[in-house]
């Protein structure tokens, strides 16, 4: 009994949802939109690039203080965070970038390393990177900082993949895409460690989130469709808001410890 309300106790202040269909469709989004939306708010609405990140690390600490506090997952808690991370996470390289002049090839090593060394951190003092298991404010805070670098590098891998390296955002969305689809049949048909899979994927999916927000926002001219920033932006908050209060609703992305895990 005591173990079983233990395993109760952890299930109910696991902060991170469980890994379905859903998760990644709104993942993907969620990075598409951290493209879009940082390009909207410093371009259509003038706030600049400084004012941009200025506004939205102040909501970012804001919406991430009430994640830390919180005591279980809550669907539309968490994926405001992950959002506004995002936004934030390509706003980091933008700044490198643009303000500072730091290469993207500079920015995509520094970004890696540093998630690298993160991941590191994390295992040396949890023995795990599961998700599986964020039910203490350590391992949330590991996992937050590991999510904001995946963010900065994905934006910077898919700008280097799509403009430095002159592929077009199209191909970039194929060659990330294709990335994935390995990452996938190496986890269902290899057998390849589910917490390597899931964080290779969650990797990819921002530099294809990236790339995708570019191909939809982006003029014709410059390789895009053209629908800008903020069409593509609305469209894709709109369905996370839809997916999410589904999400609320039906709870099928709660993390369910089974039985056998308790004993």
Do not use: C
């Not at 808001?241 to 039985?259: G, N, Q, W």
């Amino acid at each position: 009994m005591k173990t079983l309300a233990r395993v109760d106790a952890m299930q109910m202040l696991n902060k991170v949802p469980e890994v379905t269909l859903y998760f990644w469709i709104i993942k993907i989004m969620a990075t598409t939109v951290g493209e879009t939306a940082a390009d909207f708010l410093n371009a259509d609405l003038h706030f600049g690039l400084n004012g941009t990140s200025v506004v939205m690390a102040a909501l970012l600490a804001v919406f991430l203080f009430v994640q830390l506090r919180a005591k279980e997952y809550v669907p539309w808690r968490y994926w405001v965070v992950v959002v506004l991370i995002s936004v934030v996470g390509t706003l980091i390289t933008d700044n490198l970038v643009d303000n500072f002049g730091v290469a993207l090839e500079t920015t995509t090593i520094v970004f890696g390393v540093a998630l690298l060394a993160t991941f590191a951190a994390w295992y040396a003092s949890e023995r795990t990177l599961s998700i599986h298991s964020i039910f203490t404010s350590k391992r949330e805070l590991f996992y937050w900082a590991a999510i904001l670098f995946t963010f900065a590098l994905g934006t910077a891998a898919g700008d280097l993949a799509a403009e430095g390296l002159k592929l077009g955002y199209a191909n970039s969305v194929l060659i990330f895409g294709a990335l994935i689809a390995l990452t996938t049949v190496a986890y269902y048909l290899f057998k390849a460690n589910a917490v390597a899979a899931f964080w290779i994927a969650y990797i990819l999916t921002r530099p294809l989130g990236a790339s995708l927000g570019d191909s939809l926002s982006q003029p014709v001219g410059n390789g895009g469709i053209g629908l800008g920033a903020t069409a593509t932006s609305a469209v894709f908050l709109a369905t996370i808001l839809s997916l999410v209060i589904f999400l609320t609703a039906t709870r099928k992305d709660v993390i369910e410890l089974r039985a056998k895990e308790a004993e």
